[in-house]
């Protein structure tokens, strides 16, 4: 299937779905609060450079050119920055001690050794500065077994803009995650990339229905350079 028709096909979807999300009354605003943080999932080298099992379609010329205009305005107006990463200490399938758990059994996690500090090194692009934190996750929500919950609630953040890699699992995973913890959750549309075509447009249409507002770079980079005023 060529990507336009692959398009089609998905359009055709939303629109369906569309009709049944609104006659049963999904697809609500959860809007934005008064002090977001940015949550970037694995945008890493792993996953944002060729020639890994990881590695994202769409990165450079989609996912780092929107990353690096929101991550300019979090920085300009003084709000949180939270680069997630992914990494293995013991890579050994058959060590009942691997950090891995069960993960091993679908993915190949060992693609990401704890070892090698360039696979997990945030991409230079937007090469964390003083005073972001980096966090090192080993399940596919950034929430799942870290202090990141209590590292937002502690920094007074009540909205979190998720961005990264991938849609299909710890971008959706971390949104979901995040919403439970009681974060407005905002997934910026430009900023989230995937593998598999098709993957981020569906993830996002059914986020947007169930988890967290959809919102374009635009629009996020207009709330952050007022948010600061509104809260004064």
């Known amino acids: 299937m060529s990507y336009e028709s692959l398009e089609a096909a998905l359009q055709q979807a939303f629109d369906e779905s569309t009709r049944i ?13 008064r002090k977001p943080a940015l949550i970037s999932v694995d945008l890493a080298n ?28 979090f920085r300009a107006n003084g709000l949180p920055v939270v680069h997630i990463t992914t990494a293995y200490q013991i890579t050994n399938r058959q060590d009942p001690n691997t950090d891995m758990g069960m993960w ?13 500090t360039n696979l997990w090194a945030i991409d230079s692009r937007i090469e964390p500065i003083e005073g972001e934190y980096v966090l090192l996750k080993k399940r596919a929500s950034a929430f799942s077994g870290t202090p990141l919950a209590g590292y937002l609630r502690s920094a007074g953040v009540d909205t979190i803009l998720v961005t990264g890699v ?54 996020c980079v207009n709330y952050l350079n007022s948010v600061n005023a509104k809260s004064a």
């Open 21 to 33: 999300y609104r006659e049963r009354g999904f697809a609500r605003r959860i809007g934005f609060g």
């Open 166 to 219: 991938t849609a299909t699992a710890c971008v959706r995973t971390t949104i979901c995650d995040g919403l439970a913890e009681g974060f407005r959750t905002i997934a910026v549309k430009e900023a989230i990339g995937d593998r598999v075509p098709g993957a981020v447009a569906w993830n996002l249409y059914d986020i947007d229905a169930k988890f967290a507002d959809v919102e374009t770079v635009e629009t």
């Open 46 to 73: 792993a996953w944002t450079r060729p020639g890994n099992p990881f590695t994202c379609e769409g990165m450079d010329d989609r996912v780092m050119p929107a990353m690096v205009k929101l991550l300019g305005a």
């Open 104 to 116: 091993h059994h679908k993915i190949p996690v060992e693609a990401v050794d704890l070892k090698d």
